[in-house]
């Protein structure tokens, strides 16, 4: 069993910066890969980035390359988002996920996951 935890959402001006972290509890972190998802009012959920286990591989969606940064640090059992140059478009609420397998492509589809924590709000303003 995993637990996640998200912190760091707010209101920001757009083209201002927010991280986010995932916190997980328990010893298999480093099991898992992490996705972080964002959902916005009246539409689905949309993975945004992607790290693998080790950290190596990443994905993004196109609609935040070059603006959004996914790492993370398996020593203290969390996963970061950094969301620079923010953009209203990027309103939404942000869950992190975790998922044991990410193979030669990024695990899109938000039933891939196993665990999802209570999710943080982001909200930006024009």
């Known amino acids: 069993q995993v637990q996640l935890v998200e912190s760091g959402g707010g209101l920001v001006q757009a083209g201002g910066s927010l991280r986010l972290s995932c916190l997980a509890s328990?010893?298999?972190?480093?099991?898992?890969?992490m996705g972080w998802f964002r959902q916005a009012p009246g539409k689905e959920r949309e993975l945004v980035a992607a790290?693998?286990?080790?950290?190596?591989?990443?994905y993004y969606a196109d609609s935040v390359k070059g603006r959004f940064t996914i790492s993370r640090d398996n020593a203290k059992n969390t996963a970061y988002l950094q969301m620079n140059n923010l953009e209203p478009e990027d309103t939404g609420v942000y869950y992190c996920?975790?998922?044991?397998?990410?193979?030669?492509?990024?695990?899109?589809?938000?039933?891939?996951?196993?665990?999802w924590g209570q999710g943080t709000q982001v909200t930006v303003s024009s």
């Open positions: 790290i693998s286990q080790g950290g190596i591989r990443t």
């Open positions: 328990g010893r298999t972190f480093r099991s898992y890969a």
């Open positions: 996920a975790a998922v044991t397998y990410y193979g030669t492509a990024a695990p899109g589809n938000p039933r891939q996951y196993d665990y």
